[in-house]
């Protein structure tokens, strides 16, 4: 699929149509697209810009029509910029659009340009991307065989889209590897399940989110009472998986946050414009009514994603286990130029609530734990020896006829070294709190 920018069709720029990106500020009006210059465009950057525009036309191998080339001179201004800063056209207004809806026909599989190349952020829970091995920090060098060109991204992403059911094969690079690897792929209908969760064991769950979508903050809610009807009683704790979540709508990342915070910052954003200074604070009400949680987070946590875990860190409210996350802390705003063209633009930096701007840096887990995983014995192991295996015995009150009852953890968390890891830490954290009250009706906050 194509780089993908959430929207928020609720957040206006001008009167008609707008959009708010990936993250979007909560309201940037339109007059950031005509606030003036502080300076005056130099006469001799203007020349030079003539000049080269001329020798192309005069001297290119091939006649160049001025529509390609005024096209192909927005795109290198933008590009320029930042990674996140593009032109887009009636297509990628409509990719925009359509991931809104967490369905679209693709890989499933957020990737960026980088230095001409196509950088992997983070595969989709459940999608081909994902079931074929490919992870966050992996690079595409080659689609069907043929390579990447850096001027020409555009098009390589839009080729990762397509219809259902036809094959495509991507040559990628994994990460701390020199060779790349084939990988034969079927496009499907990527529909994302926003949020998913389960108990770990009776008491402590487990919830991941994958995105963030406008319903993201409401399937929290519902899973979570879903949760503590299943468990009968409180949950004593959450284990919170933002692991390969590239973001979504800030909107929802706050509204997540929230759900756990009573009170403090979740955010803020900072831009030149004095509109794109913005603060939000969490309302009394917490989901799992101070119940511990532990949030893992990798390289493949971005954006949105990241401004949960900062919020959740920053007011000591979760403990961060995992790797550092990938350091996506800017605004994009779409401003629309007409009914099929717009300029993605970064607006602002976000801060976590300590003032910290993870642009670039990411944040740093309270815990990191190597990029390892859990492998089966190739043998069953010892039985254990103890009293009861003694002949004649005494007879212990609480001793079962049976043997050992069977554990309730299920294939994953025996194969998932974070979440082995975070189960166990989330369990030193509820010994050591108070059993948790029963919570606040969900349902009551919007």
């Known amino acids: 699929m194509s780089t993908r920018f959430t929207v928020s069709l609720s957040l206006a720029l001008c009167s008609a149509c707008a959009f708010a990106a990936d993250p979007p500020p909560a309201d940037v009006p339109a007059k950031v697209a005509s606030t003036p210059a502080s300076g005056r465009v130099d006469l001799a950057d203007l020349r030079a810009f003539t000049a080269v ?21 927005i795109r290198g201004l933008l590009a ?25 026909a693709g890989l499933g599989i957020e990737v960026l340009q980088v230095d001409g190349s196509l950088r992997v952020i983070a595969p989709i829970d459940d999608s081909p991307a994902e079931r074929a091995g490919i992870k966050a920090g992996d690079t595409i060098v080659r689609i069907d065989g043929k ?28 990460e701390k590897q020199t060779v790349p690897v084939d990988v034969p792929l079927k496009r499907e209908v990527i529909r994302v399940a926003s949020v998913r969760g389960r108990l770990l064991e009776p008491g402590y769950a487990y919830l991941r989110i994958g995105q963030f979508q406008a319903e993201t903050g409401a399937q929290l809610r519902r899973r979570i009472e879903r949760l ?50 913005l603060s939000f604070r969490a309302t009394p009400g917490d989901l799992l009514a101070g119940a511990p949680m532990v949030v893992l987070v990798d390289n493949g946590t971005a954006s949105a994603a990241e401004i949960v875990a900062g919020a959740l860190k920053d007011n000591h409210r979760g403990l961060l286990m995992g790797r550092r996350t990938f350091g996506k802390g800017s605004v994009q705003t779409v401003l629309p130029l007409d009914a099929e063209h717009a300029v993605k633009l970064t607006t602002a930096r976000y801060f976590t609530p ?20 859990l492998s089966q014995r190739d043998s069953e192991a010892t039985p254990a020896f103890g009293e009861r295996d003694l002949r004649n015995h005494l007879k212990g009150a609480n001793e079962s006829d049976g043997g050992d009852a069977p554990g309730t953890a299920r294939r994953d968390l025996q194969q998932d070294y974070a979440l082995n890891e975070a189960l166990n830490a989330l369990k030193a954290l509820a010994l050591r709190g108070k059993p948790p009250a029963p919570p606040s009706t969900p349902s009551s906050r919007g």
Not at 82 to 95: F, I, N
Not at 354 to 371: E, F, K, N, R, V
Request: charged fraction near 25%; aromatic fraction near 4%.
């Open 147 to 174: 390579a990447l060109q850096a001027d020409d991204l555009d098009a390589a992403i839009a080729s990762l889209r397509g219809k259902p059911g036809t094959p495509i094969t991507l040559s990628v690079l994994h």
């Open 80 to 104: 320029g910029l930042d990674p996140h800063s593009e032109y887009l056209g009636k297509q990628q207004l409509e990719d925009l659009t359509e991931d809104t809806t967490g369905s679209y």
């Open 354 to 373: 300590s003032g910290t701007s993870i642009q670039a840096a990411g944040i740093q887990p309270d815990i990191a734990l190597a990029d390892l995983s």
């Open 53 to 73: 525009y001329s020798l192309v036309k005069q001297a290119y191998v091939d006649d160049v029509d001025d529509h390609r080339l005024m096209q192909a001179a």
């Open 228 to 277: 503590s009807a299943d468990n009968k009683a409180p949950l004593r704790g959450a284990v919170l998986d933002l692991r390969s979540n590239p973001g979504g709508l800030l909107t929802s990342a706050v509204e997540v946050g929230d759900e756990f915070l009573d009170s403090g910052v979740i955010v803020s954003t900072h831009g030149r414009v004095k509109e794109s200074d």
